[in-house]
């Protein structure tokens, strides 16, 4: 079973990015989450997304990202919007809580620097 996030690169403060999640199989069940991890930092929960389409967000992404998922094309998404530097990190998509993640994958890097 596997988690490819893509979408990653370099922006500048203020703009946007897309973030991709291409699942190997069907997770249309169960809860998704995009976390990140800066340099130095521990890995965070920036939002995640239920089966019913239900989302939560970090009071640091709140109205400036959203999850979506298309469950028929095994995807979740994270548009990224009024990007800031402090959003700079690694971003993965996996299951939500992280305790029940047993392999992270590479995720994408995102770095926002002008």
């Known amino acids: 079973v596997q988690l490819q996030a893509s979408g990653g690169g370099l922006v500048q403060p203020g703009e946007s990015l897309r973030l991709s999640c291409a699942a190997s199989?069907?997770?249309?069940?169960?809860?998704m989450g995009w976390y990140r991890q800066a340099p130095g930092k521990q890995r965070e929960l920036v939002a995640l997304?239920?089966?019913?389409?239900?989302?939560n967000y970090a009071d640091s992404t709140k109205d400036r990202f959203t999850i979506s998922r298309d469950s028929a094309k095994n995807m979740v998404y994270l548009q990224m919007d009024s990007l800031k530097p402090e959003d700079t990190g690694r971003y993965y998509c996996?299951?939500?809580?992280?305790?029940?993640?047993?392999?992270w994958g590479e995720g994408t890097l995102v770095t926002v620097s002008s």
């Open positions: 199989r069907s997770y249309s069940m169960n809860v």
């Open positions: 997304i239920d089966r019913s389409g239900t989302t």
């Open positions: 996996n299951l939500f809580p992280s305790s029940r993640v047993d392999y």
